[in-house]
């Protein structure tokens, strides 16, 4: 095996590297920039070998993208032991958040291309088979994909916003700049005792918690690790689970009735 250094001005690169180093690798760059931050020389300087090298494992850089997601994927949503579609959907669908949000970049390709890596099939079948069964019939699969997706996009979302990849104007802190300017509104809210300033400054409030802190107490906070979701992103995407799921029970019990 050649060890990448020079001999007689010819660069010799590391060629014996196993289709396992080069996703590790991958996994590394993507923790540190992104899933398309980084390009197939990068990995290749990261591994001391030639593109050529990742190629003849891959194919092209599609294919390490997807090695590297289906590496994820199933460490972030195992299969589950439960045998209701309920606590099945919760068991995958809550470590989501805290197992992806290190890796910028895995949730956003996986709500565009899809799950459909050959090693995360089992855990389809198994969800839509658990769905069918529970009631939803032919809907199975269309209940699965509004699950999946609502939370995959959610965290892609939370992905862009962080990495700046969004592009999204105006910013979080523009929203509460507005939020708490000045309003003409005369009287009171919609409910006639809440002034609307008020809600909006209970808002600007909300908004605020999403910055990259977690709270020590009042008017204080700590930065958080890199590799964990704020307390509020965390308690977000929670309501949003819990609410996805009550929705779809709410569609269950609606057929029930219809029959």
Not at 104 to 119: I, K, N, Q, R
Request: glycine share 10%; net charge negative.
């Amino acid at each position: 095996m050649s060890t990448g250094n020079r001999s007689g001005g010819r660069r010799h690169y590391r060629t014996g590297i196993s289709a396992d180093a080069i996703i590790d690798s991958a996994l590394s760059l993507t923790r540190e920039v992104g899933l398309q931050a980084w390009s197939t020389r990068d990995l290749a300087t990261r591994l001391d070998t030639s593109l050529s090298v990742l190629y003849r494992k891959f194919g092209d850089r599609a294919g390490i993208e997807a090695a590297v997601v289906e590496r994820v994927i199933l460490r972030a949503m195992p299969m589950s032991s439960a045998t209701d579609w309920r606590g099945w959907l919760t068991d995958m669908l809550a470590p989501a958040l805290l197992r992806l949000w290190p890796y910028p970049g895995v949730a956003e390709w996986t709500f565009f291309h899809g799950p459909a890596l050959p090693s995360v099939i089992p855990t389809i079948s198994r969800g839509i088979e658990l769905l069918r069964d529970g009631g939803f019939g032919e809907d199975a699969p269309l209940a699965y994909s509004v699950a999946f997706n609502t939370v995959i996009s959610e965290i892609a979302l939370s992905d862009q916003r962080r990495t700046g990849r969004s592009g999204v104007q105006p910013t979080r802190a523009d929203f509460v700049q507005v939020l708490r300017a000045p309003s003409d509104t005369e009287g009171h809210g919609p409910d006639g005792n809440t002034p609307p300033q008020h809600s909006a400054e209970e808002m600007a409030t909300f908004i605020e918690q999403f910055d990259a802190v977690n709270p020590t107490g009042a008017g204080g906070g700590v930065p958080c690790p890199p590799d964990q979701p704020p307390v509020a992103t965390s308690r977000y995407f929670a309501y949003l689970l819990d609410s996805v799921i009550a929705g779809l029970q709410h569609q269950l019990d609606a057929r029930s009735e219809n029959r």
